[in-house]
């Protein structure tokens, strides 16, 4: 029952992410129908028609797609290897980490110069939260010690980031700021896809690969030893894999948060007690709820750019807490 459950879970988020892709390229105030923009997409039609589609929606729905999905996929590997219910990308200070390169780059004044340099920074950012993790916490794969140290990081960063705001002699570079952080999936380029996809990729590999360990560690970090799973190597991967992915991640599209925290609680119950098998279905739900977010941005608000990171907290911050309410009452 519980692998028919499982099946059927996977094929209905597949066909729903699927769905949603769709509608994220053909919906849009450029008054394109289906066909047009299909047409459009694929080199056919006017010429401003294919512009759109192709250097516009095109990127637009694969960052909310890869993104959406790394945030899921890093939600559920964090939450089962820190066997954590609140564990998320952010806990362990790579969101913080990039958005302060981010910042940086845009306070320096070098994402002026440079396009690339605010996602570049921002993944450098990641990178040495990672260096400081892994020095901090040790190799021993503690969770306890990774959480703690995730926590000052992200103190540390944030602290940072509100010092650059406040020293920031130009408004104009502090808006920016304050509107990146928000998180959005508004003008970015294929340039950004193909700047985060490698990143992603190795990323989606190390997490997947921790299926095994997590499965194990369900039973407690003494039984999973004796059932042969090297803790530090298992630590390497959550860390590494979260860094890579997630920091690329946060580098294009900025800090958009509470996809990896309820994500993985609301499929949890269909996939049964396998940590394993909530991988697949937390990317494909993350991928879903980041498409279905940013669909509901250009519907509702499309001449207010309404960011992506403020929907995503308005809807995920009560569904959380309807989740703990419910947790209680069944725990009573």
């Not at 008054?31 to 512009?51: D, I």
């Not at 920031?168 to 509107?179: D, L, M, Q």
Request: glycine letters at 10%; one cysteine or more.
């Amino acid at each position: 029952m519980t692998a028919s459950r499982f099946r059927a879970t996977v094929v209905l988020l597949c066909c729903v992410t699927l769905l949603l892709f769709h509608f994220s390229l053909v919906i849009g105030p450029a008054g394109m129908g289906t066909g047009e923009s299909l047409r459009a997409l694929l080199g056919g039609g006017k010429e401003l028609q294919v512009l759109v589609m192709q250097e516009i929606r095109l990127p637009r729905a694969l960052l909310g797609l890869v993104v959406g999905a790394t945030l899921g996929l890093s939600g559920g590997a964090l939450q089962g290897f820190l066997r954590n219910p609140l564990a998320e990308p952010g806990l362990i200070g790579i969101s913080a980490s990039a958005s302060l390169g981010a910042v940086i780059a845009i306070y320096t004044g070098l994402s002026a110069l440079f396009a690339l340099a605010l996602p570049l920074l921002a993944l450098v950012g990641a990178m040495l939260a990672v260096i400081v993790l892994r020095a901090m916490a040790g190799p021993d794969g503690r969770p306890l010690a990774v959480i703690l140290t995730g926590v000052a990081i992200s103190s540390f960063a944030a602290a940072m980031t509100s010092l650059v705001l406040n020293l920031s002699p130009n408004p104009f570079a502090a808006t920016e700021i304050v509107f990146w952080m928000l998180g959005s999936l508004t003008d970015r380029s294929m340039t950004h896809v193909w700047l985060i996809l490698p990143f992603t990729l190795i990323g989606w590999f190390m997490l997947f690969r921790l299926g095994r360990a997590l499965d194990a560690l369900s039973l407690g970090p003494d039984a999973a030893a004796s059932m042969g799973i090297d803790m530090r190597h298992a630590q390497r991967l959550v860390i590494l894999g979260t860094a890579l992915s997630v920091g690329a991640a946060t580098a294009v599209t900025g800090a958009i948060g509470f996809i990896g925290l309820v994500v993985p609680h609301v499929l949890r119950p269909f996939v049964g007690a396998q940590p394993s098998r909530l991988l697949p279905a937390s990317a494909l739900g993350g991928a879903s709820l980041l498409l279905a977010a940013d669909i509901l941005v250009r519907v509702v608000a499309p001449e207010r750019d309404l960011k992506l990171g403020v929907v995503t907290a308005i809807v995920g911050a009560p569904f959380f807490l309807w989740l703990v309410w419910s947790y209680r009452r069944t725990a009573l």
